[in-house]
T-cell receptor, first 110, second 114 residues
Framework: RKEVEQDPGPFNVPEGATVAFNCTYS??????FFWYRQDCRKEPKLLMS???SGNEDGRFTAQLNRASQYISLLIRDSKLSDSATYLC???????????FGTGTSLTVIP | NAGVTQTPKFRILKIGQSMTLQCTQDMNHNYMYWYRQDPGMGLKLIYYSVGAGITDKGEVPNGYNVSRSTTEDFPLRLELAAPSQTSVYFC?????????????FGSGTQLSVL
């Protein structure tokens, strides 16, 4: 079983749409959770950390459900510039190891 | 503030050649990592280091070697390049601090072995 699983998509949505990505993780010892954004042939960049209480950054909302070992990312009012691959990343503090999902591809269409 | 600097950006190798991918960070992070990313796949850990003088294998270490003589530098060595090592390589660093274990990435090296 993979440490982190994501729906690979692709998600093709019109501008202005709301889109949600989901992610599950298998290691109950996971401590920290993140969403990274990766543009084609570029390095992943931190989009936001995910906290138990849920957190919001502008049009982006992240939620964590520890009981279900489930993480989500909601993007509201999608922009063309949101087109990218979104990586779910989980940190296991023992050894400070990071585990990556394969990413979910998003294309926002004019 | 440079962050994580990785060189070269692109390289083509012939089968059997050797090369070193350079990685340096100026954030005083104790943890450093090397990942490879194949098309349509997630990042796979090659090697990591928890501090100067300490390295350990990740998920896919075969065909690679690393060293960590200083906190700043973490080079990755390919001794006998094989076509299976064609990939994009990312160096990353992190500071282990409760609630702040973010990963910072270099810009990547696209390597082709022909």
């Amino acid at each position: 079983r993979k440490e982190v699983e994501q729906d690979p998509g692709p998600f093709n949505v019109p501008e202005g749409a709301t889109v949600a990505f989901n992610c599950t993780y298998s290691n109950s010892a996971s401590q920290s959770f993140f969403w990274y954004r990766q543009d084609c042939r570029k390095e992943p960049k931190l989009l936001m950390s995910v906290y138990s209480s849920g957190n919001e950054d502008g049009r982006f909302t992240a939620q964590l459900n520890r009981a279900s070992q489930y993480i989500s990312l909601l993007i509201r009012d999608s922009k063309l510039s949101d087109s990218a691959t979104y990586l779910c990343v989980v940190n296991v503090r023992t050894g400070n190891q990071f585990y990556f999902g394969t990413g979910t591809s998003l294309t926002v269409i004019p | 503030n440079a962050g994580v600097t990785q060189t070269p950006k692109f390289r083509i190798l012939k089968i059997g050649q050797s090369m070193t991918l350079q990685c340096t960070q100026d954030m005083n992070h104790n943890y450093m990592y090397w990942y490879r990313q194949d098309p349509g796949m997630g990042l796979k850990l090659i090697y990591y280091s928890v501090g100067a003088g300490i390295t350990d294998k990740g998920e896919v270490p075969n065909g690679y070697n690393v060293s960590r003589s200083t906190t700043e530098d973490f080079p990755l060595r390919l001794e006998l390049a094989a076509p299976s090592q064609t990939s994009v390589y990312f160096c990353a660093s992190s500071y282990l601090r409760t609630g702040d274990e973010k990963l910072f990435f270099g810009s990547g090296t696209q390597l082709s072995v022909l």
